[in-house]
């Protein structure tokens, strides 16, 4: 596949992921369950890091410390951020 294809294909799923995000947003401004819904959207932005690095970055060609430490941190924020909304 080659690399225009892929980077056209990780924007459109950037763009759904973005939409996505949006929408479970707008249902947490009608009220409805806080937590599933911020977990939710968690998961999308770690989604959305991880196709950043892969797709457009090209690290999944790359070194894995990078592709280790460019994953890794969002991740890492993910979590923490969801361990404060249980907690």
């Known amino acids: 596949m080659s690399a225009g294809r ?17 929408w479970l947003g707008g ?5 409805a369950a ?10 999308l932005a770690v989604a959305k890091a991880w ?10 060609h790359g070194p894995l410390l990078w592709r280790a430490l460019l994953l890794g941190w969002p991740l890492a924020l993910a979590m923490l951020l969801g361990l404060s909304l249980i907690l």
Not at 27 to 31: C, P, S, V
Not at 34 to 43: G, K, M, S, V
Not at 51 to 60: Q, T
């Open 34 to 43: 806080r937590e599933p819904l911020a977990l939710l959207i968690l998961l």
């Open 27 to 31: 249902w947490l401004e009608r009220g």
């Open 51 to 60: 196709l950043i690095a892969d797709g457009f970055m090209e690290l999944r």
């Open 6 to 22: 892929v980077s056209l294909i990780c924007w459109v799923a950037l763009v759904g992921l973005s939409l996505g995000t949006v």
